[in-house]
């Protein structure tokens, strides 16, 4: 290794992909989450308790870190850049439909090569310069390679992983080592990351560590999800255990590069910073819930509230900063670009300018001298807690929302909190300080003056009776993502059998007195419908099931008037997929009388055999009770030494093609040419542990 006094530091930026607040366990607000390496990382440097990314969507903050710029100026305001419509300057509309008030500007979807990046300052200034994982800011002619980045690996230009975490993958050229046939990707970009450290620490390196975790789809490495389903408390609001380990995973890619950096001798002489591009996401349904919690903030990803804007942030250089300090300090993404100017002792271009502000004061343990940082988000994704086009100001404790064109007569509407008060932003209390929203409103209109934003406009064809204010804030889940990642596709409904219809994606027969079910992976699942409404509120269903299978299951039932079935009225239930048989108890109350029931019995593909199915009531009667009529030539049942189907979810290696354990190697001359309810816990069996 070659002296490293009289070079400047290596700089490693990690940025994690929706990483919320309360997603690792700096701020003591999760019991379930595991980030040891993270912790381990801000032993090492500074934790900021108030960090925010410059929007609550990924590709507007990108942009920001990489240019200094605010969303307002550099127009890319929507995750949009992964859409084949090349927009380089964000356009008005000039009216919307009817139900809403404001119009809605259209996003610049390409970072353009006029901007003067942070990678092509760092390539100026003689450092080796590296991208690795998510990008999402436009692919060729707008990929990292032609924002100052030597290598790019996957250079995929999409809004995620390409299928999925497990392999094998669908990204175009970047496949997963045949010798690891169930790899998971980000264990993979670390291993790629690793590799352009070795290569480059003989000089300094700018490594852009932009992880695709934690991302949808929600998938992981099957072994994980299955330790932390035994930890889920249904109480607990973080109970997604195929989020906990995507957390993990991250975690383990955060260790590997820190590990990296010890073993070759360069920790001391290398800057870390590790971010969030926005809040934890709030609005997917996995596992039967939501991905995380970001409690005790309100709201997620796509808000405007704290929680879709807020995330952990931690600043490292030995020697400098102290080691495990904390900040109060407000801080954004669009601040790093003059930070590390100032850390590194270079001069920006002549004519350069930024929206963000240098943070060394802060990392001194100082008070930094800025009066507000602000983020525009003019669009109106339908989520939960959902708002309007909107601008907010953070100044102090004190925060302001204003919600373009929402109040009478095409005025403005606002929200204010107090956040040392009311972190959770349940008090609004612009009519009580009607001077404060003047004061912070006054700052808003200022900014995007200096901005020359792009600014939603009263909406001519608005009919007020059309909007349901009350409905602001309102939406329900999207579907599971997880579902699709085990990779089987939905069949036509089948036949019944025994008065059990197959559905999603297995088939279903009877054999020797038992429900045979064929899983491809995915949504299998099979429903019986009452003979009648049964008017009672406390249910257990019994059944016994042999699996060949892998993954979760999870019991719904339908109720009078309540609609489909659905996933907040359903529990899972831990299964035991080794080809024995094993009796399941799952219990459950209603509100209204009951219609139907379902069993989902797995996730993955493989064999299921289901029997004695019994649907008892609260006093211990048997209220409904499996009879599958014997026809032994209907099937043949599953040998005991019968050898198990392979899991779709993590992949069949068959399907692959070889390839080496790292590409990093191949971008030394590839780079060079140009390119383009609340649960009730049961435990009555060794295999049914129940939600």
């Known amino acids: 290794m070659a002296e490293t006094a009289d070079r400047k530091p290596n700089v490693v930026f990690i940025l994690a992909d929706d990483l919320g607040w309360s997603d690792t366990t700096l701020f003591g607000t999760t019991q379930f989450y595991k ?26 903050t990108r942009a920001s870190v990489l240019t200094g710029l605010s969303p307002a100026r550099h127009g890319i305001t929507a995750p949009t850049c992964h859409l084949p419509k090349v927009i380089l300057k964000p356009t008005q509309a000039k ?49 990292p390679l032609q924002h100052g980045f030597d290598v790019d690996v996957p250079h995929h230009p999409g809004p995620g992983p390409a299928g999925s975490y497990v392999a094998p993958w669908k990204f175009k050229d970047f496949d997963h080592d045949p010798d690891i046939p169930d790899e998971h990707l980000e264990d993979r970009m670390a291993k790629e990351a690793v590799a352009f450290m070795e290569e480059n620490q003989d000089r ?10 934690v991302h949808a789809p929600f998938d992981a490495k099957q072994e994980l999800i299955d330790e932390y389903r035994r930890e889920v408390d249904p109480k607990d609001p973080q109970r997604s255990p195929t989020y906990a380990a995507m957390i993990e995973s991250m975690d383990d890619a955060v260790g590997t590069l820190l590990d990296t950096l010890d073993r070759l001798k360069i920790a001391d002489n290398t800057i870390v910073i590790f971010a969030s591009d926005n809040g934890g996401n709030m609005y997917n349904e996995v596992d039967g819930t939501t ?17 879709g804007v807020r995330g952990p942030a931690i600043v490292v250089q030995p020697g400098s900063i102290e080691a ?99 972190i959770g932003e349940r008090n609004n209390l612009a009519g009580k300080h009607p001077d404060k929203v003047k004061q912070l409103d006054a700052m808003i209109k200022q900014h995007l003056l200096d901005t020359h934003a792009v600014r939603p406009l009263p909406n001519p064809k608005f009919d007020p009776s059309k909007y349901d204010i009350t409905k602001e804030g309102m939406a329900t889940l999207k579907g599971g993502a997880n579902k699709k990642a085990a990779g089987g596709k939905p069949k036509p409904p089948g036949k019944p059998v025994a008065g059990w219809q197959p559905g999603g994606t297995c088939t279903l027969s009877a054999s020797n007195g038992t429900l045979v079910v064929n899983s491809t992976g995915g949504d299998p699942y099979l429903s019986h419908r009452l003979p009648k409404p049964i008017d009672e509120t406390s249910f257990t269903l019994h059944f016994t099931m042999t699996s060949h299978s892998s993954g979760n299951g999870q019991v719904f039932w339908q109720e009078q008037g309540a609609g489909p079935f659905k996933a907040d009225r359903s529990h899972f239930f831990d299964v035991q997929h080794d080809g024995k048989s094993h009796e399941y108890a799952v219990s459950f109350t209603t509100k209204s009388p009951l219609l139907a029931i379902r069993i989902d019995p797995s996730r993955g593909q493989g064999r299921i055999e289901i029997s004695d199915i019994q649907l008892v009531g609260e006093d211990g009667s048997a209220l409904y009770q499996l009879k599958v009529p014997r026809m032994p030539n209907a099937s043949q049942p599953v040998s005991k030494n019968a050898k198990r189907q392979p899991n779709v ?43």
């Open 649 to 691: 979810a993590k992949g069949d290696e068959s399907t692959s093609a070889p390839m080496s354990a790292s590409i990093f190697s191949i971008w030394k001359t590839i780079s060079k040419r140009p390119t383009t309810c609340p649960t009730i816990r049961r435990d009555e069996s060794p295999g049914g542990k129940v939600f």
């Open 324 to 422: 495990g300090s904390r900040s109060d300090e407000i801080i954004q993404s669009s601040d790093f670009y003059p930070t590390l100017l100032e850390m590194l002792s270079i001069e920006p271009q002549p004519d350069q300018e930024f929206d963000g502000v240098s943070i060394v004061p802060a990392l001194q343990g100082k008070s930094l001298d800025r009066e507000a940082i602000f983020t525009y988000f003019p669009h109106a994704p339908g989520v939960p807690d959902w708002l309007p086009p909107s601008v907010s100001v953070h100044a102090g404790d004190w925060k302001l929302i204003r919600i373009f064109h929402g109040g009478a007569n095409g005025a403005h509407r606002y929200k204010l909190f107090n956040l040392k008060e009311d």
């Open 291 to 307: 991905p995380t919690s970001n409690a005790p903030l309100r709201g997620g990803k796509a808000t405007m509230y704290e929680g």
């Open 95 to 143: 009216s919307g439909p009817p139900n809403k008030f404001s119009t809605t500007p259209e996003s610049v979807s390409r970072l353009d090569t006029i901007y003067y990046t942070l990678a092509e300052m760092f390539k100026d200034n003689g450092y080796a310069t590296g991208h690795f994982g998510k990008w999402h800011l436009g692919p060729e002619p707008y990929s």
């Open 204 to 213: 300094q390196f700018f490594l852009n560590y932009w992880m695709f975790s």
């Open 35 to 60: 980030t040891p390496n993270i912790e381990r990382l801000a032993q090492r440097g500074m934790t900021f308790t108030r960090a925010y990314s410059s929007s609550p969507l990924c590709s507007p």
